[in-house]
């Protein structure tokens, strides 16, 4: 006999909603936080300028993403991922780029060997990726609901534990650093509470903001960014050093070409 409840209506998970579920659970948490204010002024005008030039529609996310890369080509614990008790290490930076959507999980595009890719580059590919994501997500959704319908919770859950948390599956998924940006201006800040890989960059809205330059208060295109890492592989003093130069490449973003 069912217990007593004062809900109105409960209803069963799906196969689906089950396996979203237990991918969550089993993804890491992140080890530590440190957010910053990031001036985005000097980015803008340059990505302006680079349209003129090149006519192609970059934008600050591109530069974002560009930005990660140089910061990484600098920075080995930031090609590096944990399984178990092994350190895996990558020749090339994949970086992960989630793609805002209204699902639980929000699919995630990797730019491969991300430290060859021009400005240009990246943009073609962030928009290529962008528009077969949500498909390719539903489609391994569907396929994963499959797989798992008839097995038993605690099996389920190990499995999708085993699959999500090996090294090559969450290089391939998730690259070995991330961006998360939502892309809205009234947004502050946002902090995912999960990391796949060795670093995550959670980048607020981009907005007008009174900041002080040489002692006076200007409106400067700033956002608030937070880097979110993993610590068996970053420590947090190098994490600070990494932030600043991430800073410093989107602050003077001439060096980004």
Not at 67 to 76: D, G, L, R
């Amino acid at each position: 006999m069912p217990a007593p409840t004062s809900f109105s209506e409960i209803t069963e998970m799906d196969g689906a909603q089950r396996a979203l579920l237990d991918i969550l659970s089993s993804v890491r948490r992140p080890d530590g936080y440190c957010c910053t204010l990031v001036d985005f002024s000097r980015a803008e005008a340059f990505r302006r300028q680079r349209i003129e030039e090149t006519g192609v529609p970059i934008t600050l996310i591109d530069m974002t993403l560009r930005a990660m890369a140089i910061t990484a080509i600098h920075n080995e614990p930031m090609k590096t991922l944990v399984s178990g008790y092994k350190i895996y290490r990558s020749e090339g930076i994949d970086i992960g780029c989630s793609i805002a959507t209204d699902t639980l999980i929000a699919p995630v595009i990797v730019f491969r060997d991300a430290q060859n890719l021009t400005l240009e580059e990246i943009h073609f590919q962030r928009l290529a990726m962008t528009k077969s994501a949500v498909e390719e997500q539903e489609k391994n959704m569907a396929q994963l609901a499959k797989m798992t319908r008839f097995l038993p919770d605690g099996v389920r859950r190990r499995l999708i534990n085993k699959y999500v948390n090996n090294a090559e599956n969450r290089k391939n998924l998730g690259g070995t650093i991330a961006l998360s940006a939502i892309e809205l201006d009234d947004m502050e800040w946002m902090c995912p509470a999960h990391i796949g890989g060795a670093m995550l960059l959670s980048l607020g809205g981009i907005k007008a903001r009174p900041i002080v330059v040489d002692g006076q208060v200007e409106a400067r295109l700033c956002a608030l960014a937070t880097f979110m890492i993993d610590q068996r592989v970053i420590h947090p003093m190098r994490a600070m050093r990494v932030f600043r130069r991430f800073r410093r490449a989107l602050e003077n973003p001439q060096k980004m070409v």
